[in-house]
């Protein structure tokens, strides 16, 4: 999913245990824009993300979320040319 109002990366845990990736930083908290409260896991750093032609290293924010497996942000749309 591609968030208009998302600033950040974020990938459900689900999704970074089955990708394996490395999580850095301890637990904290953070606010979407209903002012829901998730319990930040971690971030990765320097994931490789492709999505066909498109290739770059991206940052990722590890939440405990159920809808969705990765939601990027909207500045995702401008680097990609999209």
Known sequence: MVECRAIRNF?????????GLTLS????HIKDNNLATFT???V???TQLRLRAWERQV???IL?????DV???????TKAHA
Do not use: N, R, Y
Request: aromatic letters at 8%.
């Open 11 to 19: 990938i459900s845990v689900k999704e970074a245990t089955q990708l």
């Open 25 to 28: 930083g301890e637990d904290s």
């Open 40 to 42: 930040l896991i971690g």
């Open 44 to 46: 990765t750093q320097g």
């Open 59 to 61: 940052d990722f924010m």
């Open 64 to 68: 405990p979320i159920d809808d969705f």
């Open 71 to 77: 939601v990027l942000e909207i500045g995702f749309l």
